[in-house]
């Protein structure tokens, strides 16, 4: 995806109509590089089913080619020949404390200076010729001439600046009548120059972890050219500018992450936000990352929306008939989340891949198996449920085939009516289910219901276990399975649970069961054989991992 930044700069997207179709075609492009040998896998995230697909590097003989290449506009076999500049001036990570001499740069077309030690840039020379121009990582970088620094660099059209300590951008940054692409990740800026609606060909900006931005300036409408918005992680943003996010009608990708914009129907008040109608007038619009809307009650807008929205946090808003059902017919959206909403009795059975449900009173179960149809919740991995007084069974009924299939990781947290969590029919669906994590959900008596029949076999690719505060929890499960692939229980202030479902021959995977040492000593045992061969796997100090898992997994 960093490739598709420079892409955009390249001209990619005036060349193949939009920002999708340049996406696809530097996929296309980067992997017969690979079938060339010019680009290879890259090294980070193995492992990853995506592994080869979203990181690639070049080689060493390969980027040394490439600069020698570049490394002078004119060659020839006469000595007596003229040389003119470089056309790259790369020098990443060569710890430089001040940046080249102002004439290398006037021949250059590119320059990159990533991840040095610059603290200052100096006055120009009209640069004709120089398009990229790439700072990144200079973490010391504060000051930019204020005048004429820009005003030499008119053919630019990539300008990358994150990751670097300047607060603020010249007015004069406006005068970049060709830029494409402007990164600020991670800068400390305050506000944006009231002529940044200037820069109309901008086609990417990159502004997310710029935490000190309160609004947009009134003119940002005016890029109109604009295809990929970045507002994520901005926690300081309340404002878009009424009627400006309307004239972005380029724009293709909006990304706004914790970013703590209020959406609503009706007109921004004086406390500021951004207005929902406003995004349904996007026609090319294809891509919403996490929109938070709150005390929504009229939804005439989702249907719109939805071919867009690829996470959906909902906050203390009513949720009517008509809302839940264009969700369920929603698969473009990956994650939705409730949060002290009103008026769902259940979950909506989406497509969703992460579920989660917070504090919302009237909701009585995720599903209803007679009114769930074959592989409902079938693409859900991630289900999470917390505070939710009304909940006594996670399915009312028994599921039909194909729910759950893909259910990886179940976290329940202060369902005080729950009394178990794997009822009738559940067991046998649970296929992929890796980790679940219980804890301060009080009238909790079982995790699997015995009262129904359940194979051996269950749970084959369970890994992790984690019970806690469960004052009443009496059993796991009440007769012995094999567990093939669990590898940790861990249990804490579950003063009830007296026994565990393992004999000396099931769980085979089993390294870690952490637990206070008095209740360790309080399990009743079938055999000593049992007792004995668990020992050496009990250990009175849980993993520490487990508590960070809960705060990071499920903070979306």
Excluded at 9 to 15: C, M, N
Excluded at 256 to 284: D, H, M, S, V, Y
Excluded at 355 to 378: H, N, P, Q, S, T
Aim: charged residues 25%; hydrophobic residues 40%.
């Amino acid at each position: 995806m960093e490739l598709v930044n420079w892409c955009i700069g390249e001209g990619w997207v005036d060349r193949v109509g939009d920002l999708k179709s340049a996406i696809n075609k530097v996929y296309t492009l980067v992997g017969r590089l690979k079938l060339a040998c010019m680009l290879e896998t890259g090294d980070a995230y193995e492992g990853s089913d995506l592994y080869d697909k979203i990181m690639v590097k070049m080689h060493d003989v390969v980027r040394h080619m490439a600069l020698w290449v570049t490394s002078t506009r004119s060659r020839s076999r006469s000595r007596s020949s003229s040389r003119q500049g470089a056309k790259f001036l790369a020098l990443p990570r060569a710890g430089l404390s001040e940046a080249p001499d102002a004439a290398t740069w006037s021949e250059a077309d590119r320059i990159a200076l990533i991840q040095n030690h610059l603290k200052a840039l100096p006055q120009l020379p009209e640069c004709p010729k120089l398009v990229t121009l790439l700072l990144q990582g200079n973490r010391d970088l504060s000051y930019i001439p204020p005048e004429n620094f820009f005003e030499r660099l008119r053919a630019l059209r990539v300008l990358d600046l994150s990751d670097t300590s300047v607060s603020s951008l010249p007015c004069s940054i406006s005068k970049l009548e060709n830029l494409l692409v402007l990164r600020l990740r991670r800068c400390p800026i305050r506000e944006l120059p009231a002529t940044f609606g200037e820069l109309r060909r901008l086609q990417l900006l990159d502004l997310s972890g710029c935490h000190m931005i309160e609004e947009l300036p009134i003119g940002f409408g005016g890029m109109t050219d604009l295809r990929r918005l970045h507002l994520s992680w901005i926690p300081s943003l309340t404002r878009f500018p009424p009627r400006a996010l309307s004239r972005l009608s380029n724009l293709e990708e909006l990304y706004i992450q914790e970013c703590r914009l209020l959406w609503c129907i009706e007109k921004p008040g004086k406390a500021g936000g951004a207005n929902l109608l406003e995004l349904t007038r996007l026609r090319r619009l294809r891509v919403i990352d996490n929109l938070t809307v709150t005390g929504v009650v009229n939804w005439n807008w989702l249907e719109e929306l939805t071919r867009s929205i690829r996470a959906l946090i909902i906050k203390e808003s009513t949720i009517t008939d008509d809302a839940l059902i264009t969700l369920e017919n929603s698969p473009g959206i990956r994650i939705l989340v409730f949060e002290e909403c009103l008026g769902p009795t259940r979950a909506p059975n989406t497509f969703a891949t992460v579920l989660k449900i917070v504090g919302c009173r009237e909701v009585k179960c995720v599903m209803v198996g007679e009114e769930a149809g074959d592989g409902a919740f079938r693409c859900l991995e991630n289900l999470a449920l917390r505070r939710l007084d009304g909940v006594e069974s996670i399915c009312i009924g028994v599921p039909p085939q194909g729910s759950f299939a893909s259910l990886k990781e179940l976290f329940l947290c202060s369902c005080s009516r729950l009394r178990s969590v794997f009822t009738t029919g559940m067991p046998q669906l649970l296929t992929s289910l890796e980790s679940v994590f219980i804890q301060e959900c009080d009238e909790m008596e079982k995790v699997i219901d015995d009262e129904q029949e359940i194979e051996e076999d269950a749970f084959p690719d369970l890994k992790c276990v984690s019970l806690r505060s469960l004052p009443k929890l009496g059993t796991i499960c009440g007769r012995i399975l094999n567990w093939p692939s669990l590898c940790t229980i861990n249990v804490e202030k579950c003063p009830s649970l007296t026994s565990l479902p393992f004999d000396a021959r099931s769980a085979q995977c089993l390294k870690y069961i952490r637990g206070e040492k008095e209740w360790w000593e309080g399990l009743e045992w079938a055999d000593q054989t049992t007792k004995s061969h668990l020992q050496r796997y009990f250990g009175n100090r849980l993993r520490p991992y487990l508590k960070h898992h809960h705060t990071s997994t499920h903070s979306i």
